[in-house]
């Protein structure tokens, strides 16, 4: 394939309130939902997944109150490949309206359903949903585990139906980056000018690798949720598809990723789900270091050791913590943090000490505990 042209603009379609919300144990309250999509907005997302109508008069409620926000970004209902699915969208007003059609042979028995009904409703529910959205949108639900012929027929016909873009969705999370190449290249191919969406799953940990490659195999638009929640073990996470594509990969998009640790941490006490220290782009570790070789590289360099600056994400400092692999370095910008200047050689003295107390407690100090031992030892 050729090169990917990181010239493009990629689209962001968030769907924390709609797949985000179907992780189990989550329910958002009305004003979280407002919240949540106003931080959504601020942060430039483009889209927003609103919700399901079919879901009965509350969800219609609380898609209506988000429209009457009137944030800056699209609002799209998601649809089961059903008429009054559609029908019902059409009453809450949203631009766009997302009908999602089963297309693996698992999910065709699932339902009792087979290809020639899925090629009929196709053709039959975009026509009728163009009559009352501004923008249609299909899925292919389950597109990883679908015969390839009967994908590319399927995506040719959504084209030809008139659907605006096309999700390809692993459902259950089983791809990995080569499959994803290969199958959103091969669409690309097969059916020219297709505007793609990717939506992806997180069951083997691949979530945020297959949406870089999708984009990379040339799909123009992503589908992902705040910290990657949702089902099983989650979608992919917006935090991190945006920092891989737009802060580092070099694509065009309009997300504000300085807003980005404030929008996760709203999600995350929405949805009663804490965010790992570890987990990238957001958690408190990522800029948090204790190795004693790390710690003095980056008081030379900001850049040694970290990909990128708290600040671009919304978060404050770097963090040193003393701990059992500090060195003479870390110990000594501790130290001058707390208005006590020592030379390194004081520091080196000290480090068995840290080593010592930081293995009793089998954790890393506190700034009174440095400043303790530093007391007790300075002298000797």
Request: net charge neutral; with cysteine.
């Amino acid at each position: 394939m050729t090169e990917p042209d990181k010239q493009r603009y990629i689209w962001m379609a968030d769907t924390t309130l709609r797949d985000g919300e179907q992780a189990p144990g989550v329910v958002f309250t009305a004003c979280e939902r407002l919240d949540i999509a106003a931080d959504l907005a601020r942060a430039g997302i483009n889209e927003i997944e609103a919700g399901i109508p079919a879901m009965g008069k509350e969800a219609r409620r609380d898609i209506k109150a988000l429209l009457a926000l009137n944030l800056p970004c699209t609002f799209t209902s998601w649809c089961r490949a059903v008429q009054k699915d559609i029908e019902q969208a059409a009453r809450c007003r949203t631009p766009g309206v997302h009908i999602s059609f089963p297309v693996s042979s698992i999910l065709l028995k699932t339902f009792d359903k087979d290809e020639a009904w899925v090629l009929k409703s196709l053709i039959s529910l975009v026509g009728y949903a163009k009559t009352c959205f501004d923008r249609v949108s299909v899925g292919a639900q389950d597109a990883t585990r679908a015969s390839r012929e009967f994908l590319h027929k399927f995506a040719a016909l959504a084209h030809e139906a008139g659907a605006r873009r096309l999700r390809i969705a692993d459902t259950v999370g089983l791809a990995g980056p080569l499959m994803v190449m290969d199958l959103i290249s091969g669409l690309k191919e097969q059916v020219p000018g297709l505007c793609l969406e990717f939506h992806g799953h997180n069951d083997l940990g691949m979530a945020t690798a297959n949406a870089v490659t999708a984009v990379e195999a040339g799909a123009d638009a992503l589908s992902v949720t705040v910290n990657g929640l949702g089902e099983r073990a989650g979608n992919t996470p917006l935090e991190e598809a945006a920092m891989a594509l737009f802060e580092i990969g070099g694509y065009k998009g309009t997300i504000d990723m300085t807003r980005m640790t404030g929008l996760c941490r709203r999600v995350a006490k929405a949805s009663g789900r804490e965010i790992h220290p570890s987990k990238p782009i957001i958690g408190e570790n990522v800029f948090c270091h204790e190795s004693g070789i790390h710690c003095a590289g980056l008081l030379k360099h900001a850049a040694a050791y970290q990909l990128f600056r708290p600040e671009q994400v919304g978060q404050k400092e770097s963090d040193f913590v003393i701990g059992y692999h500090s060195g003479s370095a870390g110990i000594c910008h501790a130290l001058e943090k707390q208005g006590i200047s020592i030379h390194k050689a004081l520091a080196q003295k000290l480090i068995p000490f840290v080593r010592q107390k930081a293995m009793e407690r089998k954790s890393s100090l506190t700034p009174a505990e440095l400043k303790e031992l530093y007391l007790m030892n300075k002298t000797a």
